[in-house]
């Protein structure tokens, strides 16, 4: 079974191959000839290239090598938990070579997932970062949320957050909305390949965001959770409402935005991330309950002083531990 995505380089000469060069594992679709490019300072990550790409697929890899000790670093952090080594092939997905031929890998996880290949991107290496860390998520994600539309989802955000958006061309969230924005709140579509229950979630996970939720406190409910596990629950597991109120509160604001969903982020989240990072998690979550507590009482109709009291009872309440059930 593949999980796979779909949609600043340094001058260096080509180098031969490696007389001492590992073996490479069996890719889950390459079936050319592996060259072996070079390991991470970390030797958590072992690159290797499709010689046929030339100088420009070796570029690709060589700053791949150099770059994936940041991606996987940053990867760790995000889940809060050590990854283990994995192999990476650059080469061209569906003969493509501008990225958008995605990536793959095998599973769930570092056992079997463990050999990543990624589509090559000439000129743009960043984009080859990008697609490595969606993969690398997924091995994150405590072996099945990955292949479900949740787990999707919060793969494509990691990429689109460590590979600062460059990956914007794989944006399934406009797609949801143009199709009738199909409930996939209450529901976790069991498929990674849907656009419209991916971009459900995406949106969401901007929603969740703008409020002040950090992609990682996000991430590791989210694998608490598991497959089974529901956009609603992760919403009441952060502690920004009733699981009842989720799908009714995310599509009030979407009905609020300025204009038709037209990227991943309508709601900003990725962008303000960086921006609230030196702020404090429990004002970030109080901030949360209060813009959540606003919504679903004015979605009610209900009263100014009923407003205020909500908002009163949102920044007195106690913190909301993320629920293991």
Not at 95 to 103: I, W
Request: hydrophobic residues 35%; glycine residues 10%.
């Amino acid at each position: 079974m593949h999980h796979r995505i779909k949609a600043t380089s340094i001058s260096r000469k080509p180098q031969a191959v490696r007389r001492d060069a590992p073996a490479p594992p069996q890719w889950p679709t390459y079936q050319g000839q592996s060259q072996f490019v070079g390991t991470s300072p970390s030797g958590r990550v072992t690159v290797y290239v499709d010689p046929t790409l030339g100088q420009p697929g070796l570029q690709n890899a060589q700053d791949l090598v150099s770059d994936a000790d940041r991606v996987v670093t940053a990867n760790d952090q995000i889940f809060n938990s050590q990854g283990q080594p994995v192999s990476v092939i650059v080469y061209a997905l569906d003969g493509r070579t501008d990225g958008t031929g995605g990536a793959d890998h095998g599973g769930c996880d570092y056992n079997i997932g463990a050999a990543i290949e990624v589509c090559a991107s000439f000129g743009s290496s960043a984009r080859v970062s990008a697609l490595f860390e969606a993969e690398l998520s997924e091995c994150s994600m405590g072996g099945n949320l990955c292949g479900v539309s949740t787990g999707e989802g919060l793969s494509r955000w990691c990429a689109t957050v460590i590979g600062n958006n460059v990956l914007s061309d794989f944006a399934t969230a406009p797609t949801w909305q143009q199709d009738g924005m199909q409930d996939f709140v209450d529901q976790t579509d069991p498929t990674d390949g849907n656009p419209d229950s991916t971009g459900c979630t995406m949106a969401f996970l901007s929603w969740l965001m703008s409020q002040g939720y950090t992609l990682s406190q996000i991430a590791q409910a989210m694998v608490k959770r598991g497959a089974n596990g529901t956009l609603a629950q992760l919403y009441a597991d952060l502690g920004a409402g009733s699981a009842g109120d989720a799908w009714n509160n995310f599509t009030t604001a979407v009905q609020n935005l300025n204009g038709p969903i037209s990227s991943d982020d309508p709601f900003g989240g990725g962008a303000q991330l960086s921006q609230l990072s030196h702020i404090n998690p429990e004002t970030l979550a109080m901030a949360g309950r209060i813009f959540s507590a606003i919504v679903s009482d004015v979605a009610a109709g209900k009263s100014h002083q009923r407003i205020v009291a909500s908002v009163r009872a949102a920044m007195t309440s106690a913190p909301h531990e993320v629920a293991a059930d």
